[in-house]
């Protein structure tokens, strides 16, 4: 997206808020105006090599859509080009008194996903109400200027900042003439683009299925119901009967089937993740997850410490996949630290539920390197989404490193107040290198240490005894003798358990 572009989504957002202020009491954005992905500074990256070689994000680049092709409910010419269409969307949002900071951040964020999703926004609608509109989310009122919007500004979707209720959908849809989808679905748009494993894929297929089954519409007499059998009914007659399973009704059972088909998948991927992380914990390899909201710069990070060449992009959700790689401690101690897929906030659940097995990675890890954008407007929002679904997958007791990234963006005032918010944090920047050895010595202090205190001597003809511990345990002193190396360290059960006949004395 060229700055142009960028600009001109800008303007859209605040004539958002400048329409919302003329008819629902909403001050547009200030100077502070929050953003969801920063549109100058970090949107450039350092080419020093951290980030590897990065051939998956010329791939990714290569699929952009274009613009020109409608995707009007009236129009259905051109149907096979519509995967390379540049929608034009409107948002839409309702929120209540008092809600307002949030709004703004939320409906800036939504902008963000849509862009990310390949969409270009034009305006859109703001209302503030106690509940939505149980009919059509929004009021009559204000359904009635948004069909005016839309078709005066030759939007072709509009886009809700909320999951919407099928009959809500399909309602509106009705009424403004043009497909309404919800952030639910965009954000299932945007993992269905970015997922590229066999495992990723399987998962995010699963919670679109789930997502649509509760959405299924009848389009004409195709989906018309058909009485079974005898047909009793007044007025029904010979021709009546039909095999008494409708259009719709087969729909749904082949969703399920095919859900139920990729759970069996899924679960079949389990032992082999199972096994890789039964082997580390074998030899007591620690292990360590980098999470944190969408956006944050966890996978930068993750480059910067490890040179894992992660695919790196200024966009949401550009990594769904976890990736796992070694690193070792300033005393040579050897731990794994994964990259996980970000979260966002009313991350749908079916997404939870469909990708529990990537956030298994989290759910097991000895320590949770929590990334958050120190440049984001609400960074508390951020961290308190971030610990409910951490909350969600049963880690909320782990160790947590909370690590403000992108601290180059942020002004030495701004770091005094997120000092406050969280002080036992440490500011990075994964663009800059800044702070990334603080958060390494962190992560050195917080890992486990092993349980078992050992006072060995070791014959110098058996080095690889001393090189495990050293990369398996924590040596506390050294000392070469006349009959080989004595060692104090620390292990685990296992490693002290097969060191029984170099044991000098166990200690208490």
Known sequence: ??????????????RVLRSADAHAGVSRFGASAATSIQRAGFAATVDDGADG??????ERAALRRVGGLSTELEDVTEVEYRQLRLENVVLIGVYPQGSLEDAENSLRELAALAETAG??????????????????YLGRGKTEELRHLVAALGADTVVADTELAPSQRRALEDAVKVKVIDRTAVILDIFSQHAKSREGKAQVELAQL?????????????????????????????????????????????????????????TGMKPAREAK???????AVPSVAIAGYTNAGKSSLLNRITGAGVLVENALFATLDATVRRNTTADGRVYTIADTVGFVRNLPHQLVEAFRSTLEEVADADLIVHVVDAAHPDPAQQIATVRDVIGEVGARDLPELIVFNKADLVAPEDRLVLQGLEPGAVFAS??????????LAAIDRMLPDPAVELDLLVPYDRGDVVSALHEGGRVISTDYVEDGTRIRALASPEQAAQLDEFRVAALA
């Open 119 to 136: 969409a270009r926004v034009l305006d859109g609608v703001l209302q503030r109400r106690p509940h939505p509109d149980p009919s059509t």
């Open 1 to 14: 997206m060229n700055d142009a572009e960028i600009d001109t989504q800008d303007e859209a957002i605040a």
């Open 277 to 283: 992380r039964a082997n580390r914990k074998r030899n």
């Open 430 to 439: 994964a663009r800059t290198g800044e702070g990334v050895a603080e958060v």
């Open 53 to 58: 070689e990065q051939y998956d994000r010329e």
């Open 210 to 266: 789930e997502y649509l089954l509760p959405r299924l519409r009848g389009w004409g007499e195709s989906m018309s119901r058909q009485a079974g059998g005898q047909v009793g009914g007044a007025g029904a007659g010979m021709g009546s009967r039909g095999p008494g399973e409708t259009k719709i009704e087969l729909d749904r059972r082949r969703i399920h089937s095919r859900m139920a088909k990729l759970r069996r998948q899924i």
